[in-house]
């Protein structure tokens, strides 16, 4: 029997557009437009001139369920699903508040994926797959299986994980990897 | 530097107490008190007269929140976290709803377990860890480490993993275990 190769897939940043939220929620906040570019490079929230802000609006109920969706990310999702074991994994337990929206928010956009294969956790050393899919470098740091880091602001500057800027260059990624990305039951290629 | 070994701990069932909590509710419910012997060896629900109640509670705003503790569980768990690193697991998608409230009984009963270390998911083969504690088998029959059978009604028949029927148990079997629960950080046993 073969087995699909499994994806941990991380929410914010990655399904969702955390940055243009961001930029978003502190404009309404502040009445301040920040740019992109001045976020590049630092760690999240640091770009903005309210310190603290950012952090505060994580806790804000109603934060994540509002989320827009990374461009492209249902159709990958979809694809992906036919030749991989998809995993969502989101550390939500740094904002308790944030676990039923981000459940609620799976169930509008996402209703396809199911519930087996959600994963609200913590630390990711936890998780057991074959690739991640995170736009944190802590995370993907102490993974062992393939890392792919999904562009975001905080993260430009870092050069040791596979950068990825959009969902298809995911696909592109995923479709042309050397390895062929099924195993059989006994944990070898097929 | 040395690595703890890490034990994925379940919450239904091993830290919680279900089956007492499904007894009461259903006399509550329906006015009959079912003998814990009916429940012996048959699936979860099963044992109780009128079908699919022990589903409904379990869909129940409340019912989780107000499950009691498994005695001595507060005490084993802050025991071994001295030498182990403690995940709590539990597959909290299929009733939505319990997320919240998992969430908020572990606050109130151990408060002493970071964040970090709670993992809210459905299939359990996405956990990394060294032992599983779990009552149900279906989640340790995927595990690839040391399985931990924590006795419970419904598992009454099964045989093939190590059953422990109390928290001290678990406790001098961890404490007796052959091969020694430290490793270095290459993998190698200390």
Redesign the interface.
């Not at 199911?114 to 630390?123: A, L, Q, T």
């Not at 050393?125 to 797959?129: G, K």
């Given at each position: 029997m073969k087995t699909l190769k499994?994806i941990?897939v991380d929410m914010d940043g990655v399904l969702a557009d955390t940055d243009t939220h961001f930029i978003t929620w502190y404009y309404n906040a502040y009445g301040v437009q920040v740019p992109y570019e001045q976020l590049l490079g630092k760690p999240e929230g640091e770009g903005f001139p309210e310190k603290g802000a950012i952090r505060k609006f994580a806790f804000t109920p109603g934060f994540f369920r509002s989320l827009p969706v990374m461009p492209g990310a249902v159709e990958a999702i979809t694809a992906l699903m036919k030749d991989f074991e998809i995993?969502i994994?989101s550390a939500?337990?740094?904002f308790?508040q944030s676990?039923?929206e981000k459940?609620a928010w799976l169930q509008e956009h996402f209703p396809f994926i199911?519930?087996?294969?959600?994963?609200?956790?913590?630390?990711k050393?936890?998780?057991?797959?074959d690739y991640m899919i995170d736009d944190h470098p802590k995370n993907l740091d102490k993974f062992k299986g393939v890392t792919i880091m999904f562009n975001a602001a905080h993260n430009t500057n870092i050069t040791h994980h596979q950068r990825v800027v959009s969902w298809q260059e995911v696909l592109n990624l995923l479709k042309t990897v050397e390895a062929p990305y099924l195993i059989n039951s006994n944990g070898n290629l097929s």
């Open positions: 499994r941990a995993y994994v939500a337990m740094e308790p676990l039923a459940h199911p519930w087996n294969n959600i994963v609200f956790c913590g630390d050393s936890i998780i057991n797959a």
